[in-house]
């Protein structure tokens, strides 16, 4: 029913079998609401991008797929937010292996202050998914090449994680969450603090990544969002004014404050 | 009583000047402060400045050399038999004074001195009279300058800005120089000592028992001069406390910082704080008259033979008085670690545990160390629980059940009562003091290492 009022909201084709959805959901701030009736499908394997004004509730929204708001003093939420079907806010639900399952990359690189080795062996550590060192090894060796960043640092891998240029990290960040085989990863304007040259590795990898993820990025440049996403969802002072396939909303977005946004008129 | 109110009189010039310069400035401005270079408030403090600061620098000269001009002058007043001779001349001050002070009916001393004391009394109101007299025209004519130099384009912000710095560089280097005044004085007074006592002997001498004989017919023994068991006692009992203070006080910051609602924490820091600001010679009743006897009894239980002064007493109490040092120091280095590194590490699954466990305590941990340095240096150079509570004896014991003495302890024992400044056992307290220096000033430096290291981490 629900899918059925939102497919018919923004007149999108209606998605077969998504890998997460969000149904109406609400999330409020103390007495600020953030997020109005919020209505999403994300598909498997595939890049979706959320775009939107600065304070629009994109983040807000990302935080809310591996509830990383639990974590935040005075947040309510209602609303429902699946994964393969499951309520992810169900009671039954361990946020811990919730999160293992929906890694998340952030806005700024945010490495521990260890070793290379030890930031991508964290994750697998934590959740016991090795029995050896040899089968650590073999994690961080491939986590660290499917980030695309194995070449640049395998003779420096003891060294601190600090000491890497600010793409480095975040492909180390992006290693360190797949290190843990996430079936989704949620990305928050992954390259805002990066160089285009940086920017521009990191879409590559987005786009390898592809192929064994589902992936969620918050991004602010339109071009990004074009480059990397094969669908897009715009956010509007907390509400999903549109959503679907990227090349129909930016040559031919429905909705006129999409087409405002796109076109640089408001934002 | 007559500086009291000479202060109070440069205050007052200043707040006139204050005032003065200010409405000079406004004056000047017509109207539009934006004419002026600076603020009238920065014009009224130039003024304030000019007014007050020369006048206190003259005072504070004055003072130092008041006393001595006037001696000189009484003394060369003297007749010579007095002079030629150092022990009657000192007396003769002594007496001199005591007369200017009026405290001197009841001396019997020559009409000479008599004559000097009168002398005195009065060049002491003639030089009483000169300072305020010359301090109000100081001020006063500061002030004139001052308010003679206001003008449109005078740059009074950058002048006061000038001044402030000057008076702050005043500031510090009183702070400095009293330090390196406290060490020299130590410093003095322990090569002094040990031009008697070998230093080896000192260092590493293993009996303590500084009695010596106070009179040459005294039968007394040569007083042994090892500090070993001092440090020894300082040792166990620094350990003792920190074994109480490390644990209690981290997983309290981390309750603190990481678990509680911030209601909790609003009651509960301020409250853990209070523990900082008891006396400690408070903590000393309590470790002697609390701590010690329910470890004795309980001692007896056990079959343990516990004296009524023991390390462990002392110990224990002192651990609970650092408590907040370490607490609070290190609750604010690990509120200093970055929301995103939390965020990095809860992002991945971990748990609230794992996430303080693996991430926010690895890299607090130089600033931990830190703190904790800094609460072992505050150990070490506590006396009053010990004295209190730990005995004076100095056994050469690592037993926490015995009774043990501190270096502080020592040096607080050889130096009440008379005693002479000169005789080995006095002149031993400063060696002592000068090693406790030299060891918790090594320990600071090495926390502050520490602290510098962690902070640069996240920049
Ligand atoms: N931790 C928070 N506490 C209170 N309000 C917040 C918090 N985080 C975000 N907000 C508010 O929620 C709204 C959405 O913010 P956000 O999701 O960060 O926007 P975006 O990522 O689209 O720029 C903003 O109005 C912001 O002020
Ligand atoms: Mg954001």
């Known amino acids: 029913m629900a899918v059925v009022t939102q497919s018919a909201m923004t007149a999108e084709p209606s998605v077969t079998s998504p890998k997460m959805t969000a149904r109406d959901l609400n999330l409020f701030y103390g007495e600020n609401q ?23 509730g994109k983040s807000t929204f990302l935080r809310c797929m591996n509830r990383m708001n639990d974590t935040i003093d005075g947040v309510t939420i209602n609303g429902q937010v699946t994964l393969d079907n499951r309520d992810i806010y169900d009671k039954a639900i361990d946020v811990v292996q919730l999160r293992a399952r929906i890694g998340m990359v952030f806005q700024k690189p945010n490495p521990f202050p260890k070793s290379i080795y030890d930031n991508v062996s964290y994750g697998p550590r934590i959740h016991g998914l090795v029995n050896s060192r040899d089968e650590l090894d073999e994690i961080v060796m491939t986590s660290l090449e499917r980030a695309g960043l194995l070449k640049e640092v395998k003779d420096r891998l003891q060294e601190p994680a600090t000491g890497l240029s600010g793409g480095q990290q975040q492909r180390l960040c992006i290693a360190r969450a797949v290190a843990v085989s996430p079936e989704v990863i949620l990305m928050d304007e992954p390259c805002s603090a990066l160089d285009p040259i940086a920017t521009a590795k990191v879409e590559e990898l987005i786009d390898e990544l592809r192929s064994n993820y589902t992936i969620v990025i918050v ?49 | 009583m007559s500086l009291t109110f000479l202060l109070l009189a440069i205050a007052a010039l200043c707040a006139l000047s204050f005032y003065f310069g200010r409405q000079r400035a406004i004056a000047l401005s017509g109207g539009r402060y934006s004419n002026l270079h600076s603020l009238p408030a920065h014009y009224g403090t130039y003024t304030a400045m000019w007014c007050g600061l020369p006048a206190i620098l003259l005072l504070l000269v004055w003072h130092m050399f008041q006393g001595t001009i006037i001696q000189g002058m009484i003394i060369s007043d003297l007749p010579p038999e007095i002079l030629n001779d150092s022990g009657k001349l000192s007396l003769a001050l002594n007496s001199i004074f005591l007369l200017a002070a009026d405290n001197g009916e009841h001396l019997s001393v020559s009409p ?12 002491q109101i003639i030089a009483n009279v000169a300072l305020v ?28 800005e000038r001044i402030s710095r ?40 293993l009996e ?40 209690v006080g981290l997983f309290s910051a981390i309750y603190m910082g990481e678990y509680a609602s911030p209601k909790f924490r609003a009651f509960a820091k301020p409250a853990l704080e209070i523990l900082a600001g008891v006396p400690t010679v408070v903590y000393g009743f309590f470790a002697a008259l609390t701590v010690a006897p329910f470890l004795r009894d309980n001692g007896a239980v056990l079959g343990l033979d516990v004296s009524s002064e ?25 509120s200093q670690v970055p929301q995103s590194l939390r965020d990095g590490s809860y992002g991945l699954g971990a748990t609230k545990s794992e996430t303080i466990r693996n991430v926010i305590f690895p890299a607090a941990l130089p600033g931990i160390v830190g703190a904790v340095l800094l609460a072992v240096s505050r150990a070490i150079g506590e006396t009053m629980i010990v004295v209190m509570a730990a005995g004076l004896a100095a056994n050469m014991t690592v037993n926490p059940l015995q009774a043990v003495t501190t270096v502080t302890v020592q040096i607080v024992t050889l130096l009440v009562g008379d005693q002479e400044f000169d005789s080995a056992k006095t002149l031993s307290a400063f060696a002592l003091g000068l090693a406790l220096f030299l060891i918790t000033l090594g320990l600071n430096v090495f926390a502050l290492k520490f602290v510098q290291k962690y902070r640069e981490k996240y920049d």
């Open chain 1, 34 to 56: 953030a997020l109005f009736d919020v209505n999403l499908d994300i598909v498997e394997r595939q890049v979706t991008a959320l775009i939107g004004p600065s304070g629009c």
């Open chain 1, 219 to 267: 991004t602010h440049s339109m071009q990004q969002a074009a480059r990397v996403s094969q669908r897009t969802a715009f956010f509007h002072l907390g509400k999903v004014v549109e959503v679907g396939e990227t090349d129909q909303i930016f040559t031919n977005p429905k909705d006129e404050r999409t087409k405002g946004y796109i076109t640089g008129r408001f934002g």
């Open chain 2, 112 to 123: 000479e001195v008599i004559d000097a004391g009168k002398r005195l009394a009065s060049l």
């Open chain 2, 133 to 160: 007299v010359v301090m109000i025209s100081v001020a006063l004519v500061g002030l004139a300058f001052s308010y003679r130099k206001i003008s449109r384009d005078m740059r009074a912000r950058n002048n006061v």
């Open chain 2, 166 to 205: 000057y008076v702050m560089i005043a500031c510090s280097g009183i702070a400095i120089l009293s330090t390196v005044g406290i060490v020299f004085s130590l410093l003095f007074e322990a090569l002094h000592f040990f031009t008697k006592i070998n230093p080896l002997d000192f260092l590493f001498g």
């Open chain 2, 208 to 247: 303590w028992s500084p009695q010596t004989a106070i009179r040459a017919d005294q039968v007394a023994s040569e007083g042994a001069f090892g500090a070993i068991p001092l440090f020894v006692g300082t040792l166990l009992i620094t350990l003792i406390a920190m074994c109480v203070a490390v644990p």
């Open chain 2, 310 to 334: 023991s390390a462990l007493a002392a110990g224990l109490v002192m651990g609970v008085m650092i408590i907040p040092f370490v607490s609070s120091l290190s609750d604010d280095v690990m």
